[in-house]
């Protein structure tokens, strides 16, 4: 889970948050955001990457902020918690697709001038149970539903995307020899 989604969920679930709850990480109460969002001791945070993860919830009107800057408290809001509800959804749809055991890896090398168009085929991936091996190679065990294709298509994507079945298995040599 992205930290971004991870800190939009701790707020849901603590009703307010202080940004410095987190530093210095020495003191007990940054101690226990480490503990709730599941942070090693050792993991280093960042007081300006959190500031910027809360500035960009906030901006897309997933939190709210009051009161001053050194004293502010972040809420979320009721956009926030659709989103959290449509996240949950969404993983819950990957939960139910069948899969067929045969292993599928898509690989896709989409220009970054179509940076939506990729975020959406890592979404429709994840929500088909596919597991990333890299940003842009993709496992899954589950079929690919013609939709899929069909949008591919529309979007003008068939020809970024490469997608193998897998239906032998062992190292090279094994495989090779026959």
Known sequence: MELKHLILQKIAELGEVMLNGFFPSKYPEARLWRNLLGAESSYKFSKPTFSAILTQ???EGFVKRKN???KSEWHITSK??????FK????ANAIMVKKDGIARIV?????????KKRRWIREELLSLGYQPLQKSVW???SPISEDFFKDLELLSLRSYIHIFSVDKKGTIEKTWQG
């Open 68 to 70: 001053t800057r050194k």
């Open 107 to 115: 690989c896709f090398d989409i220009p970054e001038r179509e940076r």
């Open 80 to 85: 926030g918690l659709k989103h959290l509800q």
């Open 139 to 141: 496992l899954g065990f």
């Open 88 to 91: 949950k959804a969404f993983n």
């Open 57 to 59: 919830l906030r901006e």
